[in-house]
C-alpha cells in the first residue's frame, strides 16, 4: 500500500521527477521526462509493480528535509541502534538522466536494507537482469535499460534486487541508478558525492535570485523551487504535476494525468515569476507558451506536451489497481481535445501581461493574438466543458465567457496602449457585448450572485475570478454578492470548494471530492481586493500550514480525513500561494495588477 501523499517529497533533474516516501522508497518515476511510462509505479498499486526502497531495519523514527535551497533530501532514521542519514537528489551528468542516494552514518551502527523492484511500461515488464564486467547491475526490458552502481553487495531474489548492510557512524554506502537506451553504450558511473555537490551548486545559485527573508519568504522560495523543478530544461514548458491518477476522491473516478502543460496556468505562473524576479523562467515559459499554439487558431488545444505535443490521447491501465483503489488509472488526457473558451482569455492575458513586465517581445506574437481573437469571434458564443474540463455535457460557462471578454479587453489594449495594428472599433464591439452577454444571463438577481453557467443557480469557485481579471470592479455590488454567495455554499470546514459535486455537472458521479486549494488562493486574493486583509492572511496563514514537512502541495485537501488529495506536487496551488503572498507583502499586488483599472458594462 502506498504512503499517504502528505508522505511524499520529491527530487528531479528539470526533466523528470520522483516521489521519495518517509519510509525511504522511492515509488514514483518515470524516465526520462515527466511523463515517460514509470520504471517505479508502486503509487498506483503495490511493491511490485516497481519501487526502490532504502531504509533500516526494525522501527525507525523519521525526520527530513530539503538541504537549504536546493531539491537534494535529506532523510534521517534513527534507531535503537543508532542513525543515519539518507540523502537522494537527481540529476544529468553528460545527458545521461541519474539518480544518487548515500547512506551515512550519524551514531551507532544500523543495519540498512535496500530493495530494487525495476518494472518498466507502468508496472507491467519485468526486466532481465544481468552483471556488467565491472560488477554493475544491468536491468534491460526493450527499449529502457537501467544501470545499478554501488559498494553494497548486493543479490537477486524472487525478481528484485536486495542488499543488507551495516553503516556505522562516518562510513557512506552510495548508490547510483542510471536510466539510458538499451541500445546505447553504457556510460561510466558518475561519482555520487560530485554529483550531489553540483546540484547543490546548481541550486543554490538559482535560489540566490529571490530575497526570501519577508514573512513568507521560506514558503515562496520552496513553491518557486518546485515550479522550477516541473519546468524543462529544454523547452520551457511546466508540467500541472508530476504524477498521474492521483484521486481527487479516494476510490472515486476523479483520476486524470496532470504531467502535461496547460495554457490555463499561463498567466498565474507568469505573475509568480515575473513577481519574483526570474524573469528568464518567465521568457521561457512564454517562449514554450508561443510554439504550442503556433499554427491554425482554431486548432489550440487546451493542454500539450512538455516539448509542444498535441497528441495526448487518453487510455486506462487495467493493471494498476490505483492509489488507495481509485479507478480507473489513466495515462494521457482526453480534455486535450475539448473546447474551453477561456484558454483565449488566458494566453492574451499572458502576452499582455510581457508587455507590461517588460519581458523582450517575440517577432510573431500580436499576429498570433490577431488569429486567436478572429477565431474567438467565431466562436464565444458556444457552449465549452470550461475550466474544470466537465464530462457531463457542455455549458454556458460564466468563466468561460467572462475569459473570453478578457481575451477581447487585452486584444483592444494592444492597439490602445501599445499602437499594435488591428480593428479597434470592432474587437471593442465585441467586447461590450460579451460584457453584457455575461451580465444579463450569468447574473442571478434572485440570489444576488453571478453563477456557474447560464440559467443555472449552482456556484462555481472560478467565479472569483470576475474582479481578478477586471471585468467588474471590485466594489460592484454582483462581485460583492458573488463572493458573499460562495462564503455561504462553498466554504466547508474554511476551505473553498470548485463546485457542488451533487449537481452532477462533470458527469462523473461518486462523492464529495476534497478543497481544490488554488480556490481557496482566489478567495485571498479577493479579500486583498476588498481591503479584508485580516480575512485574507489568515486564510492564507491556514493554507500555508497544509504544507507537508518539506513544504509541498497536492492538489486537494480533505479537511475531514486532514490529508491530502489529487496529484502532487501541484504546480497551480503553488504558483496560487506565490501569487497570494505578493499579493500580501508586495508594493505592487498581482491582483491590483491583473485586475487593472476595471471596465464598466459596454467600455
Known amino acids: 500500500m502506498p504512503s499517504p501523499i502528505e508522505d511524499y517529497a520529491v527530487i528531479g533533474n528539470r526533466e523528470t521527477m520522483a516521489m521519495v516516501a518517509r519510509d525511504g522508497s522511492i515509488d514514483w518515476l518515470g524516465f526520462p521526462r515527466f511523463d515517460s511510462d514509470p520504471c517505479f509505479a508502486a503509487l498506483l498499486g503495490e511493491p511490485e509493480h516497481g519501487r526502490w526502497q532504502i531504509r533500516p531495519k526494525g522501527e525507525t523514527a523519521v525526520r527530513r528535509r530539503y538541504r537549504g535551497p536546493t531539491l537534494i533530501l535529506e532523510t534521517e532514521f534513527a534507531t535503537a541502534e543508532g542513525a543515519v542519514l539518507v540523502t537522494d537528489c537527481m540529476s544529468r551528468v553528460d545527458g545521461v538522466p541519474v539518480i544518487v542516494r548515500i547512506v551515512r552514518g550519524l551514531a551507532g551502527e544500523v543495519a540498512m536494507a535496500m530493495e530494487l523492484i525495476a518494472r518498466f511500461e507502468y508496472g507491467a515488464m519485468i526486466p532481465w537482469a544481468t552483471r556488467l564486467d565491472d560488477g554493475r547491475l544491468s536491468l534491460v526490458a526493450g527499449a529502457e535499460r537501467l544501470i545499478l552502481a554501488t559498494s553494497a553487495e548486493i543479490r537477486g531474489e524472487d525478481l528484485k534486487t536486495i542488499a543488507e548492510f551495516s ?254 495594428d488591428g480593428p479597434l472599433d470592432q474587437w471593442r464591439t465585441l467586447r461590450a457585448a460579451i460584457h453584457e452577454d455575461v451580465c444579463r444571463n450569468g447574473f442571478n438577481a434572485k440570489i444576488g450572485s453571478f453563477v456557474q453557467h447560464y440559467g443555472s443557480t449552482e456556484l462555481d469557485a472560478s467565479l472569483l475570478f470576475i474582479p481578478l481579471v477586471g471585468f467588474l470592479p471590485r466594489d460592484d455590488p454582483r462581485v460583492t454578492g458573488t463572493i458573499a454567495a460562495i462564503e455561504r455554499n462553498l466554504v466547508y470546514n474554511g476551505f473553498v470548494a470548485r463546485y457542488r459535486t451533487q449537481s452532477q455537472i462533470d458527469g462523473l458521479g461518486g462523492g464529495p471530492e476534497g478543497a481544490f486549494l488554488a480556490c481557496s488562493f482566489w478567495l485571498a486574493d479577493n479579500y486583498v481586493l476588498q481591503g479584508r486583509y485580516e480575512e485574507a492572511r489568515n486564510l492564507f496563514e491556514g493554507l500555508l500550514g497544509l504544507c507537508n514537512d518539506v513544504g509541498l502541495l497536492a492538489e486537494q485537501y480533505d479537511p475531514i480525513g486532514k490529508r491530502m488529495l489529487g496529484n502532487f506536487p501541484q504546480a497551480f496551488s503553488h504558483v496560487a500561494l506565490i501569487n497570494t503572498a505578493h499579493n500580501l507583502t508586495s508594493e505592487q499586488p498581482p491582483a491590483e495588477h491583473r485586475s487593472g483599472e476595471a471596465k464598466e458594462p459596454g467600455k
Not at 540566490?208 to 523547452?235: C, F
Open 167 to 420: 553503516v556505522k557512524a562516518g562510513e557512506e554506502v552510495p548508490f547510483v541508478l542510471t536510466w539510458l537506451p538499451s541500445f546505447m553504450p553504457v556510460p561510466p558511473s558518475p561519482d555520487a558525492g560530485t554529483t550531489i555537490e553540483a546540484e547543490a551548486r546548481y541550486w543554490s545559485a538559482w535560489s540566490q535570485k529571490y530575497p526570501s527573508d519577508g514573512p513568507y519568504g521560506q514558503a515562496v522560495l520552496r513553491s518557486l523551487i518546485t515550479l522550477k523543478a516541473l519546468a524543462h530544461h529544454e523547452t520551457g514548458g511546466i508540467v500541472a504535476a508530476a504524477t498521474t491518477s492521483l484521486p481527487e476522491e479516494p476510490g472515486g473516478p476523479r483520476n486524470w494525468d496532470y504531467r502535461f502543460c496547460w495554457l490555463r496556468d499561463s498567466t498565474f505562473t507568469l505573475y509568480a515569476l515575473i513577481g519574483a524576479g526570474f524573469i528568464e523562467e518567465a521568457e521561457a515559459w512564454r517562449d514554450w507558451l508561443l510554439r504550442a499554439v503556433a499554427g491554425s487558431a482554431m486548432q489550440i488545444q487546451t493542454m500539450y506536451g512538455v516539448a509542444g505535443e498535441r497528441r495526448l490521447t487518453e487510455q486506462v491501465i487495467e493493471w494498476l489497481p490505483g492509489y488507495m483503489n481509485s479507478r480507473p488509472v489513466r495515462i494521457g488526457n482526453a480534455a486535450s481535445v475539448q473546447l474551453q473558451l477561456d484558454i483565449y482569455g488566458e494566453v492574451l492575458d499572458s502576452l499582455d501581461l510581457c508587455r507590461r513586465k517588460g519581458v523582450a517581445r517575440s517577432t510573431h506574437d500580436w499576429d498570433l493574438e490577431k488569429q486567436l481573437v478572429d477565431c474567438l469571434a467565431r466562436i464565444w458564443h458556444e457552449p465549452d466543458e470550461g475550466i474544470w474540463e466537465v464530462r457531463g455535457g457542455a455549458q454556458h460557462f460564466t468563466h468561460s465567457k467572462v475569459m473570453a471578454w478578457v481575451a477581447l479587453d487585452r486584444a483592444v489594449r494592444g492597439i490602445e496602449e501599445f499602437g499594435f
